[in-house]
């Protein structure tokens, strides 16, 4: 059962990724995303 992760603990790498994806080239931005989703899974698998 995944435990119920507070929005703020989420919020605040989200906007951290928001701001590095404006300094980026879009081309390398799915690459990003994808591991930010990943290192949510772990932050949940940790937890």
């Known amino acids: 059962m995944i435990q119920h992760v507070p929005l703020t603990s989420l ?3 989200t906007l951290k990724v928001i701001f590095i994806l404006v ?8 690459q990003i995303l994808r591991l930010q ?3 949510q ?3 949940l698998l940790v937890n």
Do not use: G, I, S, Y
């Open 41 to 43: 899974v772990q932050m």
């Open 37 to 39: 989703r990943a290192m």
């Open 23 to 30: 300094e980026l080239p879009p081309q390398t931005w799915p």
């Open 11 to 13: 919020h605040v790498p």
